[in-house]
C-alpha cells in the first residue's frame, strides 16, 4: 500500500515587512541576519528539512490572504497545507511534521506553544476552496474559526518556542537570536 500523500508546506515570503522597518530595521526581515543565515534562509531549511513538499510564495502580494489563496492554487492537488510565514527562523522540523501528521485526521490543526498560538497552521484539502478565495491582511484566520465553529479544529500542543518565536522588529530579531545561540550551544 503507497504511503498517504504529505501536506505542502507553504512558506509566505512576500510580506512588506512594515513593523520591522518601522521598529528601525534596514529592509527586509526575511533577509535579517541571524546568525550566519538570513531568517528566511533558517525557515527554508527547516522546512526541506522536515522533508515534507513545499512551495515558497514569494511574488509580493498586497496582504497574508491574498499570498495564502496564491499558494494554494499553486498546490491545489495537494491533499492540505501547512500555512508558514518566513519569519519563524527557529521553528524545529520536526514540529512540522507533527502538524502534518495530526492533519490526517482533522479538517484543521492549530498548534500552540504554552498556550499561544503559533504555525504552521495546517487546513485539510477539505479548505481549500475557502483558503483559494482569501484576499487582505487577516490571512486565514476566517477559515480557521469558521472550521472551529463546526467542530473541525484541533489545537495541538508543540514543545518548540519556534513556532511562536517570528520576526516583526529589531527587538523579535534581539530575542530570536538570544533563543538561536542558546540552542546552538547546546547542540
Do not use: N, Y
Request: aromatic share 4%; hydrophobic share 45%.
Amino acid at each position: 500500500m503507497p504511503a498517504p500523500a504529505l501536506p505542502t508546506v507553504l512558506l509566505l515570503a512576500s510580506g512588506q515587512g512594515r513593523r520591522f522597518v518601522a521598529s528601525g530595521g534596514a529592509g527586509s526581515k526575511l533577509q535579517a541576519r541571524l546568525g550566519a543565515a538570513t531568517v528566511l534562509q533558517h525557515t527554508l531549511e527547516a522546512v526541506r528539512a522536515s522533508g515534507l513538499p513545499w512551495h515558497l510564495e514569494d511574488r509580493g502580494h498586497p496582504g497574508m490572504g491574498d499570498s495564502i489563496a496564491a499558494a494554494v492554487r499553486a498546490t491545489a492537488a495537494s491533499p492540505g497545507w501547512l500555512v508558514l510565514p518566513g519569519d519563524l527562523p527557529l521553528i524545529s522540523p520536526d514540529s512540522l511534521r507533527t502538524v502534518a501528521q495530526a492533519l490526517a485526521g482533522q479538517a484543521v490543526v492549530q498548534p500552540h506553544h504554552r498556550g499561544v498560538k503559533g504555525h504552521p497552521v495546517g487546513f485539510s484539502a477539505a479548505c481549500g476552496a475557502e483558503l483559494m478565495a482569501l484576499t487582505g491582511e487577516a490571512g486565514a484566520s476566517s477559515v480557521l474559526r469558521a472550521w472551529q465553529a463546526r467542530g473541525g479544529l484541533l489545537a495541538l500542543p508543540l514543545d518548540d518556542a519556534g513556532i511562536v518565536t517570528d520576526i516583526d522588529t529589531l527587538d523579535d530579531l534581539a530575542r530570536a537570536e538570544v533563543l538561536w545561540r542558546t540552542r546552538s550551544a547546546g547542540q
